[in-house]
């Protein structure tokens, strides 16, 4: 593989160094999942995939794309309107090399719904949908961990500032999870987007000094709204937060340049619960198998009914 151009790295027919994705392969509409399995259960909802079709597979009918990075690329339709769904795998590292590659090749603006796992620190019970409106990183502070450090009086963790979800798109998402999984299985708040699954998560692990005893206390003294645990909506609520108006052929500029929405990029996120933390209690596979196909039908319904701008701008996708 031969890539040109060291700042923004992309092959001789334009796909990107890691999600490896060129311009035509991606709908303006994603939900990035963390798991490729569950983006293969996903796909089953598409239209013209047989429902016959072996659970494992990938129907010939869409477009896919794996990358030699482990992201799963799958384009097609859904009620008509092209639509992709991206497996990311974990951390925030990943949703930066999904949500930066896919921009760069997809024109006009976007709308990414993240379909995630999380644990709970809340009320929520296993087999729940979490949909938050906002998100901060929880992040080890290296620093106090180091062997000259004079961070005595430093917190062994950095909480950093909330980053909202668009409004319009976590209320479509609290609407459509309700119908599918009832109103009192769905919940609506803040999430907690953590460096580690285990130190900034409060894990306790006696082969590290983790001083992460009281993490959860000081997670609902910081934000008492905090519902969830997880790895990667924080970096995408912040990077649509910091997206600028995509770069649209010239002639739309003007216009572009005249719209209330000033990000190209609208997110959201919800959060089934695999985990709940404070009963210790861990979802059953028969769960998942029930619970992933309705969510990922809300968050379909949920793409398809958010507008995404002016539509005359996007180009067709290619595999639909
Ligand atoms: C950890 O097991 C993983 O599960 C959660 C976390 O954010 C992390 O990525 O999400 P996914 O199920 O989407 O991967």
């Known amino acids: 593989m031969s890539m040109s151009n060291a700042n923004f790295p992309m092959d001789a027919e334009g796909r990107t160094y890691h999600v490896g994705v060129k311009r035509g392969e991606l709908a303006n509409r994603i939900i990035t999942v963390g798991d490729p399995a569950r983006a293969i259960v996903l796909s089953r909802t598409l239209d013209g995939v047989d429902p016959s079709a072996p659970v494992k597979s990938i129907s010939a009918n869409l477009f896919s794309h794996a990358s030699h990075r482990g992201f799963l690329t799958i384009t097609g339709r859904y009620k008509g309107t092209p639509v992709s769904i991206v497996a990311i795998g974990m951390g925030v590292s990943m949703m930066d090399f999904f949500v930066r590659e896919c921009r760069a090749v997809v024109d006009g603006p976007m709308t990414i719904i993240r379909l995630g796992s999380c644990g709970s620190l809340s009320d929520a019970k296993v087999g729940d949908i979490c949909v938050p409106s906002s998100s901060y990183l929880v992040q080890r502070n290296y620093d106090y961990f180091a062997e000259d450090s004079s961070a005595s009086s430093a917190s062994p963790y950095i909480l950093s500032k909330k980053f909202d979800a668009d409004p319009e798109v976590t209320a479509t998402l609290v609407k459509n999870m309700s119908a599918q999984l009832g109103d009192n299985h769905v919940w609506n708040g803040i ?26 206390t000081e997670l609902v003294k910081y934000e008492p709204g905090t519902l969830t645990l997880e790895m990667e909506t924080f970096l995408l609520y912040h990077l649509a937060r910091t997206s600028t108006v995509a770069p649209l052929k010239e002639e739309s500029k003007v216009k572009a340049a005249a719209t209330s929405n000033k990000h190209s990029i609208r997110a ?24 992933e196909p309705l969510a990922g039908k809300a968050v379909f319904d949920s793409l398809v009914e958010v507008s995404l701008g002016d539509e005359s701008e996007l180009h067709a996708t290619e595999g639909s």
Do not use: H, P, W
């Open 191 to 216: 999430n907690a987007t953590a460096d580690s699954f285990y130190s900034s998560q409060g894990r306790q692990d006696e082969n590290f000094v983790d001083n992460n005893q009281e993490l959860f």
């Open 268 to 291: 959201g996120a919800c959060m089934m619960v695999f985990a709940q933390r404070k009963s210790n209690e861990f979802i059953s596979k028969e769960d998942v198998a029930r619970v």
